[in-house]
């Protein structure tokens, strides 16, 4: 029965919280109608109908339900301490043992083992291959996002809706092939290392944790001084993009657009 104790208060706090969580939801979408129907209501003559004060005054209503809601959060944090759960150990599954197996593979094959060496080399290369086609996609398809924004000529006129479809005409089907690519990759992959896991097994047994030697473009793109480069480079040309949107309006245009979203759609200016 204390073995259950635990179990019987997380499940409980379970389902009293979502249905709170519910409660607090359909309250916030409530005032939200009512800030945004009685804004728009025929006999309205102001001129800023969605003002901080109306929305604070609205939500004000549902402060008390909101913060029980907070503590509640707080207080099942508390209970998760007071009450552990013991977690039962968990199957080690096969992608797992594939990766931990995969550090003792051997370089060459070894003698009677050809078979078994061949059919791993050929799952792993398959894996790899799929993966590069993938980043590749993925590569031509920033790369050319990058070129089509940077030529004004592909936003000739105001309708932005209609050129950022363009764009993403242009751009999308190199993403989504890229997608299908990695998707393939990973469903072969659980294949493969279902498949090739007893071969690995075979392969492994005596073997010790083999040292992997380090291509040339592998050390340099994992040397820490690289990667403090890579990440000084990409903070420069974030600030300068900053910097140059400041200077040329757009940060205003950025602006004036959340506000129009702000108090034209979702309704709370």
Not at 33 to 56: H, I, K, N, Q, S
Not at 110 to 124: C, I, Q, S, T, Y
Not at 169 to 180: D, E, Q, R, T
Request: hydrophobic content about 50%; proline content about 4%.
């Amino acid at each position: 029965m204390k073995e259950r104790t635990p179990k019987l208060v997380r499940s409980y706090y379970g389902w009293i919280f979502g249905a709170f969580t519910l409660v607090v939801a359909a309250l916030f979408i409530w005032k939200v109608l009512e800030v945004y129907l009685t804004g728009t209501a025929p006999d309205y003559t102001g001129t800023t109908p969605f003002t901080r004060e109306r929305v604070e005054a609205a939500l004000s209503d549902i402060a008390l339900v909101f913060w029980l809601w907070i503590a509640a959060i707080i207080a099942g944090f508390v209970l998760w301490e007071i009450f552990p759960v013991k977690r039962k150990r968990e199957k080690i599954g096969e992608d797992l043992q594939y990766a931990r197996l995969k550090k003792r593979l051997p370089a060459t094959a070894p003698e009677g083992r050809e078979m078994d060496f061949a059919l791993v080399e050929k799952g792993r290369k398959l894996i790899f291959a799929l993966r590069v086609a993938a980043w590749s996609l993925f590569a031509i398809a920033a790369i050319y996002g990058i070129v089509y924004l940077c030529i004004p000529s592909n936003f000739p006129n105001k309708d932005v809706t209609g050129e950022m479809l363009e764009f993403v005409k242009h751009v999308f089907p190199c993403i989504f092939a890229g997608m299908l690519i990695v998707a393939g990759a990973a469903a072969y992959e659980k294949y493969a290392v279902k498949s090739i896991l007893p071969a690995v097994k075979r392969l492994t047994v005596g073997q010790k944790p083999v040292e992997r030697q380090q291509r040339a473009v592998e050390k340099v793109v994992t040397d820490s001084r690289f990667l403090l480069g890579v990440r000084i480079a990409i903070f420069v040309l974030a600030v300068a993009f900053i910097v140059w949107g400041s200077l040329n309006g757009s940060a205003r245009s950025v602006l004036i657009k959340a506000i129009n979203i702000c108090t034209e759609c979702i309704g709370l200016g």
